[in-house]
């Protein structure tokens, strides 16, 4: 499987458990788990997925709850709708879009500067 090819599970795809990947995965159906990738996860408008995400990026057109980290960034379109708690140093939402839980804006994995005690 080449860096750029797209993996899809369509709308009648029903899946539990672990997913990694490389490039781009799109996802139509319902998923429960884990998914981890430094490519992009694009959740389709119909969509339903739960559980934790650790991508590179996210697009999110569907519904998620959970815990997500990106490491670039996450879109989220006006058809989207997340719930629970999100990492990421750049998000961008769409008029209309829905996010409900924390939202924590800065780079993954890079320690926070902690202000100075006097």
Do not use: C, W
């Not at 599970?9 to 029903?14: K, R």
């Not at 670039?72 to 719930?83: C, H, I, K, N, W």
């Not at 320690?111 to 005690?117: L, N, Q």
């Amino acid at each position: 499987m080449g860096k750029d090819e797209i993996a899809y599970l369509g709308s009648d795809t029903v899946y539990e458990g672990k997913l990694g990947f490389k490039g781009t995965v799109r996802i139509e159906g319902k998923f429960k788990g884990e998914i981890n990738s430094d490519g992009t996860l694009n959740v389709g408008k119909d969509a339903q997925v739960q559980g934790s995400i650790n991508v590179g990026e996210l697009l999110l057109s569907g519904h998620f709850s959970g815990d997500v980290t990106a490491k670039r960034r996450v879109v989220v379109y006006a058809s989207g709708v997340l719930e629970g708690v999100l990492q990421t140093p750049s998000l961008l939402t769409e008029e209309g879009a829905i996010i409900e839980g924390q939202i924590v804006m800065r780079n993954p994995g890079k320690t926070p500067a902690k202000p100075s005690e006097s």
